[in-house]
């Protein structure tokens, strides 16, 4: 099956730093998602994005379909951004079954 | 809007014994999955339920695990006999299907799954 892998598996950021977290995937997929799950284990999606960019406030994201990989930029980081940062793939005719990489767990210092 | 309700929270048993854990879908959401999360890894998914009917449970251990949406709304998810390994965090989740067009006409299935906060199961 399809592989999903998230690097680097954690960070440690002083508030006020970006950063750049990449997810690479082995297959084409017909979609591709990023969440937060918060220290209380709560799931939040930030982004669908099968392809190219899109932005929301300091987040944003990149999908480079063709060679198969999608990066999520935070800026300025707050201790609330703090968490693990998953990317989830859902391939072709699978009814949506998400497969999801290991994490980034991210800690904003401040 | 509610989101996806789940209980209990937190839930700590005896090796061997049985737990069960419900979970209620947003408001007209036909699909469910239930997702088991280990300790530092990513969800993955158990089983998927298309109303009342299983789509897959290729990952679902069988003869341990058990799970069931009779009315098509709310599921139950049960672990009898549980075993050490099952600690994990069981997470609930719903969907909505839409159909999206892009710029260059391709058409592409946008299936947006909702989490429930979980349940945190500790077995000793």
């Known amino acids: 099956g399809i592989q999903v892998e998230q690097s680097p598996p954690d960070l440690i950021l002083q508030e006020g730093a970006n950063s750049t977290l990449r997810c690479n995937f082995s297959?084409?997929?017909?979609?591709l998602q990023w969440f937060h799950q918060n220290p209380w284990g709560q799931l939040i999606n930030l982004f669908y994005?099968?392809?190219g960019t899109k932005q929301n406030g300091r987040l944003s994201a990149t999908t480079v379909a063709t060679e198969r990989y999608s990066l999520l930029y935070i800026s300025s980081s707050q201790t609330t951004d703090s968490g693990v940062y998953f990317c989830?793939?859902?391939?072709?005719?699978?009814?949506?079954?998400?497969?999801f990489g290991q994490g980034t767990e991210l800690s904003v210092k401040p | 809007e509610a989101g996806v309700a789940q209980s209990p929270r937190y839930k700590i048993i005896e090796k061997r014994q049985s737990v069960a854990f419900w979970c209620n879908p947003i408001?007209?959401?036909?699909?469910l999955y239930w997702y088991q999360q280990i300790l530092g890894q990513g969800p993955k998914l158990l089983i998927q339920?298309?109303?009342?009917?299983?789509?897959?449970d290729s990952q679902l251990p069988k003869d341990r695990f058990s799970a069931e949406r009779l009315k098509g709304v709310d599921s139950t998810l049960k672990i009898q006999p549980a075993k050490l390994e099952d600690s994990a965090v069981y997470l609930c989740?719903?969907?909505?299907?839409?159909?999206?067009?892009?710029?260059?006409?391709?058409?592409?299935?946008?299936?947006?799954?909702?989490f429930g906060p979980g349940t945190r199961l500790t077995v000793t």
């Open positions: 339920f298309q109303n009342n009917g299983v789509v897959d």
């Open positions: 408001s007209g959401h036909a699909t």
């Open positions: 989830a793939v859902d391939t072709y005719n699978q009814g949506g079954k998400l497969i």
């Open positions: 297959d084409s997929v017909n979609n």
């Open positions: 989740a719903s969907s909505s299907t839409r159909t999206m067009t892009s710029e260059v006409g391709r058409v592409r299935t946008v299936i947006k799954q909702y």
């Open positions: 994005i099968p392809s």
